[in-house]
């Protein structure tokens, strides 16, 4: 069944300021500026009243409603990014062969995993910040969608194939995701 008209509106908080050029929605706060493009949601009208964003379309299905509410998310997404920021820890876990992580450069580098010779390496995107200290790497940043694609990167580029997993436990595991405060 299709609704008449869906209308959400977002309350932007203050220290924030956001501009909406076209389908281009871009958040500036204190710990830095998103952008983001939205025109993949065609079917929706995004406008700013004072200090509200307002995400309004009318006729739509099931599939199309579930768009409003997914770029809702990402608009508070994006605000709760750049007056808090992100943060996601994972666990360096080696039984058999001691792992090495190190950052290098703009890219976290991998070796002697499960004693391969071969380094595996994970891109970091810009404005994410990785650091490694002993056994936890810590992935942060504003953008949620960078910090855990990076920390998810991470996860995938350590995950052994072809070894029974009950004796073989070694890998990079996420263990905490987290809002800063």
Do not use: C, W
Not at 107 to 131: A, S
Not at 163 to 169: A, G, I, L, N, P
């Amino acid at each position: 069944m299709q609704s008449i008209v869906v209308k959400e509106e977002i309350e932007i908080p203050s220290g924030v300021e956001v501009k909406i050029d076209g389908k281009k929605i871009t958040v500036n706060g204190k710990k830095g500026q998103i952008e983001r493009d939205f025109s993949f949601a065609k079917e929706i009208e995004i406008s700013l009243d004072a200090n509200k964003v307002i995400l309004m379309s009318t006729f739509l299905n099931r599939k199309e409603k579930a768009l409003i509410y997914s770029v809702k998310r990402h608009i508070l997404n994006m605000i709760e990014g750049v007056t808090k920021g992100y943060r996601y820890s994972l666990k360096i876990i080696s039984t058999h062969f001691p792992m090495s992580v190190k950052v290098v450069g703009d890219e976290v580098q991998i070796t002697n995993l499960i004693g391969e010779k071969d380094i595996r390496r994970v891109k970091i995107y810009p404005g994410v910040k990785v650091t490694v200290k002993g056994e936890d790497i810590t992935v942060e940043g504003i953008d949620l969608e960078k910090v855990s694609h990076v920390a998810a990167n991470i996860e995938t580029q350590s995950k052994i194939r072809g070894f029974d997993k009950r004796v073989f436990s070694d890998g990079i595991f996420l263990y905490k995701k987290e809002v800063l405060s």
